[in-house]
């Protein structure tokens, strides 16, 4: 079992929808958790973070992390064609000195 | 921007021979750490170096080895290579060990033939 699992997809959402993007972890020791984009042939970009239980939101995103069901989401409001990138889920507990990363998954924001 | 350089940006090499991939990390940042991510997959880390130190290492052969600068910048150099060592190498850099915000730079993209 992968520690952080992620679904492939690709997501297909239209534009001006709300894409949800999930992400489940396996080491209960995680403390923190980060979400980053990553367009084609370029290198992962980060969108948010999210330490404690519950929703953190920043523009049209917003990160929810439910330690008990070792889950993380990120919703993205009013999806547009830029935001088609694979997002991919880490995992990291504090002190750790590495990120744990999912597969990604794939959003296509179809116009 | 993330202010994390990295080069060169493309290189091919061949079976047996050694890589050296440099990385400048962002101003004020003593922690480096380097992932590989194959074509598809999610970044794999590789090992960490905080204040000219190895402080952590993934589940990848000796034949993966680096350094840290006093300036902070950083060389992760692979000998003997393999064609799986084709990837996608990429340095990340955070202010502390403690503190896991890591910021990549634009990766170095290896093809070995």
Known sequence: QKEVEQNSGPLSVPEGAIASLNCTYSDRGSQSFFWYRQYSGKSPELIMFIYSNGDKEDGRFTAQLNKASQYVSLLIRDSQPSDSATYLCAGGPTGRRALTFGSGTRLQVQP | ?113
């Open chain 2, 1 to 113: 921007e993330t202010g994390v350089t990295q080069s060169p940006t493309h290189l091919i090499k061949t079976r047996g021979q050694q890589v050296t991939l440099r990385c400048s990390s962002q101003s004020g940042h003593n922690t480096v750490s380097w992932y590989q991510q194959a074509l598809g997959q999610g970044p794999q880390f590789i090992f960490q170096y905080y204040r000219e130190e190895e402080n952590g290492r993934g589940n990848f052969p000796p034949r993966f080895s680096g350094l840290q600068f006093p300036n902070y910048s950083s060389e992760l150099n692979v000998n003997a290579l393999e064609l799986d060592d084709s990837a996608l190498y990429l340095c990340a850099s955070s202010l502390g060990w403690i503190q896991e915000t890591q910021y990549f730079g634009p990766g170095t993209r290896l093809l070995v033939l």
